[in-house]
């Protein structure tokens, strides 16, 4: 079993930073995908952002050029540089590790943006 914890969400006004983390803990296949979702109120969950265990990154379009995903291999962990952030990205961000064997989310942290 796979878990995953989430810190660094918070409220921040518009044009700021947060920078999210999570940590993952279990069975892990070092060939994974992990990455970051959200879900504003009343929507479904998005992508925000994926990176491979080999460093390959994927954007929404909506976050490229203001939102960086990192990752760092040796502690499980993964990031989200949230620069720029607008109203519209309020949401609860959740962590995602996808492998072989299953597909894993954290509790979700809260983000938000006021204007």
């Known amino acids: 079993q796979v878990q995953l914890v989430e810190s660094g969400g918070g409220l921040v006004q518009a044009g700021g930073s947060l920078e999210l983390s999570c940590a993952a803990s279990g069975n892990i296949f070092s060939r994974n995908i992990m990455g970051w979702y959200r879900q504003a109120p009343g929507k479904q969950r998005e992508l925000v952002a994926t990176i491979t265990s080999g460093g390959n990154a994927n954007y929404a379009d909506s976050v490229k050029g203001r939102f960086t995903v990192s990752r760092d291999n040796a502690k499980n962990m993964v990031y989200l540089q949230m620069n720029s952030l607008k109203p519209e990205d309020t949401a609860v961000y959740y962590c995602?590790?996808?492998?072989?064997?299953?597909?894993?989310w954290g509790q979700g942290t809260q983000v938000t943006v006021s204007s």
């Open positions: 995602n590790l996808r492998e072989t064997l299953g597909n894993y």
